[in-house]
């Protein structure tokens, strides 16, 4: 499969993924129009919609797109009541000779799910891990949401990440303050700061750079644990892994 990023609003990417038959399926298609463009612009025909979660900028132009006969796809139990193919956790979608598989991981919200290719290391995440940083907790727990990392975080290091947004830069200068003794780290700033500077997306990363570098995955590395102490108090040191997570999630809505 090949992956076209589909910028829109501020600063979101549409994931539009296509085979070499011009079959497409769009990702989280919050508006309409820039979709239909890249499709036109690709001479690609349009077979499906994935949602990842109910948020607007993530569904908005799903039910245009459909137009009423294609499949949108997307977490049971949703508030978006444009689902048809509803998918629970461990589902399995085929999308021409592409298996995805269903990844409950709640969190930002109840019914946020992703969508993993194992065959090509592909993992579509919405709002839950982001090049860098993680969602805002709006509907979850902190307990919900760092169970829903760690699940990502366990997938293979070269697996593609294609998050919903371009918020890397600012999530990069939170992992700094609070690892800035982090090589990796610092040295994907540079890069990140270098694209953004060339106008280029920093998405897709990969789990294996996340691991390395994102501190919502690595609340457990030493030096992110004395951080967090020095932040949010010596009770931490006994917490359970979430509560050290969940600290650090609202250290970042602080910074
Ligand atoms: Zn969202």
Redesign the pocket.
């Known amino acids: 499969m090949k992956v076209l990023a589909v910028p829109a609003f501020q600063d979101n990417y549409l994931w539009v993924l296509h085979n070499t038959a011009g079959q497409a399926w769009v990702v989280d298609p919050g508006d309409a129009a820039p979709v239909e463009a890249a499709l036109a612009a690709h001479n690609l025909s349009l077979e499906g919609i994935l949602i990842t979660?109910h948020?607007f900028d993530?569904t908005g132009g799903a039910l245009q797109l459909a137009e009423g006969v294609r499949p949108i796809y997307g977490p049971e139990h949703s508030p978006f009541e444009g689902i048809t193919h509803p998918l629970e956790d461990g589902a399995r979608i085929q999308l021409g000779e592409a298996a995805f598989e269903v990844l409950a991981v709640p969190g930002?919200?109840l019914d946020h799910i992703a969508y993993y290719n194992a065959t090509e290391g592909l993992l579509f995440c919405g709002?839950t891990l982001f090049a860098g940083g993680c969602?805002r907790m709006f509907e979850g727990t902190a307990e919900q949401m760092h169970g829903s990392l760690q699940r990502l975080a366990a997938l293979p290091d070269a697996t593609e990440v294609y998050c919903a947004h371009e918020y890397t830069l600012a999530n990069l200068r939170f992992a700094v303050a609070v690892e800035p003794g982090n090589e990796a780290l610092l040295a994907r700033q540079q890069a990140a700061e270098a694209l953004r500077a060339r106008g280029e997306a920093t998405v897709p990363s990969t789990i294996g750079l996340e691991r390395a570098t994102n501190p919502f995955l690595r609340a457990e590395a030493p030096a992110v644990h004395q951080a967090l102490i020095a932040e949010a108090g010596p009770a931490l040191v006994a917490a359970p892994a979430c509560d050290r997570f969940g600290a650090l999630r609202s250290w970042k809505d602080r910074f």
Do not use: R
């Open positions: 979660h948020h993530h930002h919200t709002d969602g």
